[in-house]
């Protein structure tokens, strides 16, 4: 199985700042997919923002961005302005070439503060 | 569009008892299925994946076991539940032609 690792159980930022969660994974395959997605409180998951493995080009969603460093597997997300209704779970994943598998890391509790 | 749905919402079992969680998706065909249990500090675990009707791969050994008797239901059951199957369990679809996988609403299990 591949691993996901999310080092930061924990964190919070004040509203209107920027905040970057950290990911790193573990795999032996060159094509894949990296994903993070949301769990507020409600336990819905959501998905936030995705990056192809192949693409050099780091992704972006509006205020959500990633830096993508493939030689050192790591793959971080950016909060920009951060919101209250950013308050959440987050979680890193990552999805093999076929498509079969997928799987999360332990997840990053956001907490916003007004 | 596709829908996904999973029940129980909630569901309480004593210690020994059998489980059945069902999972049922709309508007898509042949979809990959998924499994995950989500305990506290340990994100989501994926307890099994299926690609197609019978086929059901299996992640980590324990005491539960899966199903799709039909392209769109997954069902994940158990014989005699443990006080350690506690916890959120959620259902997930992906096609084939898009990347995301999509999220049904989980299922609280607390076994007493």
């Known amino acids: 199985a591949q691993t996901v690792t999310q080092s930061q159980p924990e964190m919070s930022v004040q509203e209107a700042e920027t905040v970057t969660l950290s990911c790193t994974y573990d795999?032996?395959?060159?094509?894949?997919?990296l994903f993070w997605y949301k769990q507020p409180p409600s336990r819905q998951m959501i998905l936030v923002i995705r990056?192809?493995?192949?693409?050099?080009q780091n992704a972006t969603e509006n205020r959500f961005s990633v830096n993508f460093q493939k030689a050192a597997k790591s793959f971080s997300l950016k909060i920009s302005d951060s919101q209250l209704g950013d308050t959440a779970m987050y979680f890193c994943?990552?999805?093999?070439?076929?498509?079969?598998?997928?799987?999360f890391g332990t997840g990053t509790s956001l907490t916003v503060i007004p | 569009s596709q829908t996904i749905h999973q029940w129980p919402a909630t569901l309480v079992q004593p210690v020994g008892s059998p489980l059945s969680l069902e999972c049922t998706v709309e508007?898509?065909?042949?979809?990959?299925l998924y499994w995950y249990r989500q305990a506290a500090g340990r994100g989501l675990q994926l307890l099994f994946y299926?690609?197609?009707?019978?086929?059901i791969s299996s992640e980590v050994p324990q005491n539960l076991s899966a199903s799709r008797p039909q392209d769109r239901q997954f069902i994940l059951s158990s014989k005699k539940l443990l006080l350690s199957d506690s916890g959120f369990y959620l259902c997930?679809?992906?096609?084939?032609?898009?990347?995301?996988?999509?999220f049904g609403q989980g299922t609280r299990l607390t076994v007493v």
């Open positions: 990056q192809e493995a192949y693409k050099q």
């Open positions: 508007g898509t065909s042949n979809p990959n």
């Open positions: 994943a990552f999805m093999e070439n076929t498509g079969n598998q997928f799987y």
């Open positions: 997930a679809w992906r096609s084939r032609g898009l990347l995301e996988a999509f």
């Open positions: 299926s690609v197609g009707i019978g086929q």
């Open positions: 795999t032996s395959e060159n094509n894949y997919y």
